[in-house]
Structure formats: C-alpha cells, structure tokens
C-alpha cells in the first residue's frame, strides 16, 4: 500500500507490549486454544469437509496450526493490516504446512477489515477473534464478513468487551479505539442487525482469569469471589453466527 492509502485506513496502532504479547504462550495456549475449542463446540450447522477459512486479523498467524488441527480445511487466508505481524505470520504458516498431514493452502494478505481482499462468497468459515475491538469501522466489517462468506457460512466471533478493553490495567499495556467498545449484549445485537442468524445454544460468555483485569480471578482463586452469570460484568463473548442461505 501507498501512504495515501495506509493513512486513508483508521486505526489504533498497538503497542510494543501488545506485538510481543502476542507471540507468547499464555497467548497461543490460553487464549487462542480455548476460544477456538469453545467456537467449534457452538457450532451446530454442516461445514464442509474441508473448508476455506478467511482469518480476518490473523496478526503473527498463531491461529493456523490450532485452526487447521480443528477443521482440517483445505484453504485458510490470513488478512491484516500490521506489514510486521504478517512477516512472522509469513514463517508461522510455514510451519503449519510442514507438520499438517494433508495439503493445506495458507495465503496471507495485507489488507483492512472493513474492505478485505477477498472475493465475494468464497468462504465458508470467517474467523474473527480478538479483532473487532480493534477496528474503528465495525459495521463496514460486519458487512464484509457477510460478503465474504458463502450462504450458510459461519462467522467464528470471539471478542473481549469493554468492561475488559476499558479495565486500567489494559488501558495502560495495550491501545483499543475507546469509542467503539461494547458489552456482550451490544456485540451480539450487532451481529444479528448484520444478518446473521444464532441462537443461545451458539452463544458462550467465557469467564476465563486472563479476562478478569481487576484481579485476574486472584479472589475467587481465594474463595473471596464467586460471580455468578447474568449478576457480573461480563468480559468475553464468543458465537457462532450463520449467514442465512
């Protein structure tokens, strides 16, 4: 991209921490892991035996491996905006295709996710996770999600709110656009205004340590803390949305 179009792109960028954090194994192991073992389990519409997933926000590519392990797709394009981040994903995607047991194909784009690089109807899994609250133009990329994804495609959603992203502790580490974080509530009536179609049963509000900003589950951890679902703020939402056929 020219300067004229990287500076015609709105974002936040992240800090040095925040590039570092995401190498590490409490990111991979106990964030990255889990969210994808939770998304597969809310799943409950058919996917292809091996499926073509666009990882919007795909970062270093952390995701390949423990994507390809859970849906064995044929296909997986990685798409972010950060040129540093998709160099190491570069290497990532690399060693994902020499330990996967049957051919994969992993393409990695440079691009912003309110105006992907991708063709229309090509994917049946979008998996966004831990990237929606970075973007500033969130409808525009719901929109291209939708776009994207073939008829009765999943959308793969996992995303911390703002009781998390608006936490002081994060405040200090990390750089969000405050303005558009929401509740668990708030994303969710996002995703069903967008078209896409979910129920309870595809819907989990994890209540994972790392989340838990003010005391990183410390009090429960010492009996101190027990709270409950529907009486506490809640700190990640995961879905699994369809687009209607």
Not at 3 to 15: A, G
Not at 110 to 116: H, V, W
Not at 172 to 193: C, E, N, T, W
Request: charged share 20%.
């Amino acid at each position: 991209m020219s300067p004229s179009e990287t500076s015609s792109v709105p974002f936040v960028p992240e800090t040095a921490f925040g590039v570092w954090f995401l190498r590490t194994h409490t990111w991979e192991h106990h964030v990255l892991r889990v969210a994808i073992n939770d998304l597969k389990r809310l799943i409950d519409t058919p996917l292809p035996a091996a499926p073509v997933i666009v990882d919007v926000g795909c970062g270093q590519g952390k995701s390949f491996r423990l994507l390809a392990n859970a849906f064995s797709p044929q296909r997986i394009v990685g798409i972010d905006y950060h040129a540093e981040s998709l160099a190491l994903a570069e290497q990532s995607s690399q060693a994902c295709r020499a330990q996967s047991a049957s051919p994969l194909d992993i393409e990695l784009l440079r691009g912003d996710c309110a105006n992907l690089p991708q063709a229309s109807a090509s994917a049946d899994i979008v998996f966004c996770h831990q990237t929606f609250h970075h973007l500033v133009e969130q409808e525009r990329a719901l929109a291209e999600f939708q776009r994207v994804l073939k008829p009765g495609g999943v959308l793969l959603f996992a995303e911390s709110t703002e009781a998390y992203i608006k936490s002081w502790v994060i405040r200090l580490l990390f750089r969000h656009p405050m303005q558009v974080q929401k509740s668990a509530d708030g994303y969710l009536d996002m995703i069903r205004l967008a078209g896409f179609r979910f129920g309870p049963q595809n819907v989990s509000l994890p209540y994972l340590w790392w989340s838990r900003a003010a005391d990183f589950g410390l009090f429960e951890r010492l009996g101190l803390h027990h709270p409950k679902p529907g009486k506490r703020r809640e700190t990640l939402v995961n879905v699994a949305a369809v687009k209607p056929a």
